[in-house]
């Protein structure tokens, strides 16, 4: 199947600070994008819909302005966490639409604020 | 995108075929059934999808009922690396859209020895 890349697979930030989560589709261009966010013992929630170059669409209760979302090419999209306290911390995914409409995931992204 | 429901948990040895079950009575005419699986601090790995006909892949089947209110995923030979939990999640496809997968709680699957 098609794959997607997310860097850095974990991360350890400081409270107030911002933090950049890069995914990128290696073998296929994605126009959509997906960031989901999951905290233990739970099942994903999707934060945003990701398509280049125009906003990304976020779903209710998700505030746009920390977690910034771009997508400036055919195969990256950046999700930053801005000013991350330590109830940010959680496992963020993010996923992308490949040829054949079928949706594929990157490994996903620890964050811990501390 | 339709709810659907699954069995919160599921045993299965090792060797035998596991079925998962899920319920989707109020999909419709053009939405699909999706199976993903994610085992523990990964991301979802894709499984197998289909619209109305039963489908095969390397990793498992899907069985659709003919009224398409239920569907199964079969993993004929379940091993310990099967252990995971599996979502069965309904989606609309239209073209020159992406939609989203909505997830559930899905159902946690333990292969045993």
């Known amino acids: 199947g098609a794959v997607v890349s997310q860097h850095p697979s974990w991360v350890i930030c400081k409270s107030g600070t911002s933090v950049k989560i890069e995914c990128r589709s290696l073998?296929?261009?994605?126009?959509?994008m997906f960031w989901y966010r999951q905290f233990p013992k739970q099942s994903l929630m999707l934060m945003a819909t990701?398509?280049?170059?125009?906003?990304?669409?976020?779903e209710q209760g998700v505030e746009k302005d920390k977690f910034l979302i771009n997508h400036a090419s055919l195969t990256l999209s950046t999700l930053t966490v801005t000013s991350a306290h330590p109830e940010d911390s959680s496992f963020y995914i993010c996923?992308?639409?490949?040829?054949?409409?079928?949706?594929?995931f990157g490994e996903g992204s620890w964050l811990t604020v501390v | 995108d339709a709810k659907t429901t699954q069995p919160t948990s599921m045993d299965c040895a090792e060797g035998r075929a596991a079925n998962l079950p899920c319920n989707h009575s109020?999909?419709?005419?053009?939405?699909?059934v999706y199976w993903y699986r994610q085992i523990h601090s990964q991301g979802p790995q894709y499984i197998i999808h289909?619209?109305?006909n039963n489908e095969t892949n390397e990793m498992a089947s899907l069985i659709i009922t003919e009224d398409r209110k239920s569907s199964t995923l079969i993993l004929p030979h379940a091993t310990l690396r099967d252990t995971a939990v599996y979502y069965c999640?309904?989606?609309?496809?239209?073209?020159?859209?992406?939609?989203?997968?909505?997830f559930g709680t899905g159902t946690r699957l333990q292969v045993t020895l």
């Open positions: 996923s992308a639409n490949s040829i054949g409409n079928t949706i594929y």
């Open positions: 289909g619209l109305k």
């Open positions: 999640i309904v989606r609309s496809i239209n073209t020159g859209t992406a939609s989203k997968l909505t």
């Open positions: 109020t999909i419709s005419g053009n939405e699909y």
């Open positions: 073998d296929f261009q994605a126009t959509t």
């Open positions: 990701s398509n280049e170059g125009s906003k990304a669409t976020y």
